[in-house]
């Protein structure tokens, strides 16, 4: 086994990069933003995408005095978003352990099935104090999206665990 691929030669190579250190995976900083399938499979791409946006900044903005909102949207940290794209990159493996420690920032957008289970997860979120916003359009008052504000992954991840990445 070579040095660089033993975990303290990953830490050190995570710091070398210019990110938050050895940090975990989990730790990274990230907003869910949860679409419904039916409305994209229904709806024009802009309508869904603008649902999407409606919910993430209504969710940035509500809880824009917040420590993780205020460290997410930072100056130093605009220009490291991320989005996930695949399911390799919610994985911890040594390799994304790696990719996420030079990153802060993470939107994920994954779907869920329908109005009833978007409702579903916004009552568990709701229950469990993760800072949220559940999207209704009006006049329609039609639930669309859900977006978290942003915080640690490994506070929020167990409720995203079984949904698909939205494509």
């Avoid at 490291?80 to 911890?92: D, G, N, V």
Wanted: neutral net charge; charged residues 20%.
């Amino acid at each position: 086994m070579s040095a660089a691929a033993t975990p303290d030669a990953a830490a050190s190579a995570a710091a070398s990069v210019g990110g938050e250190g050895g940090k975990e995976p989990e730790d990274v900083v990230v907003q869910y933003v949860v679409l419904r399938r039916d409305l994209a499979d229904a709806w024009p791409l802009g309508s869904v995408v603008a649902q999407g946006c409606h919910a993430a900044v209504a969710a940035l903005w509500a809880h824009r005095d917040h420590p993780d909102t205020a460290a997410y949207c930072g100056p130093d940290n605009l220009d490291r978003m991320h989005k996930a794209c695949s399911t390799f990159c919610l994985t911890q493996t040594p390799r994304s352990s790696l990719y996420f420690s030079s990153i802060y920032n993470l939107c994920v957008t994954l779907e869920v099935k329908g109005e009833t289970q978007l409702k579903n997860l916004a009552e568990k979120l709701e229950a469990a104090g993760v800072r949220h916003k559940l999207w209704i359009e009006q006049p329609e008052n039609i639930p669309t999206c859900i977006a978290t504000a942003p915080c640690p992954k490994s506070q929020v991840s167990s409720f995203f665990k079984k949904l698909k990445l939205s494509k």
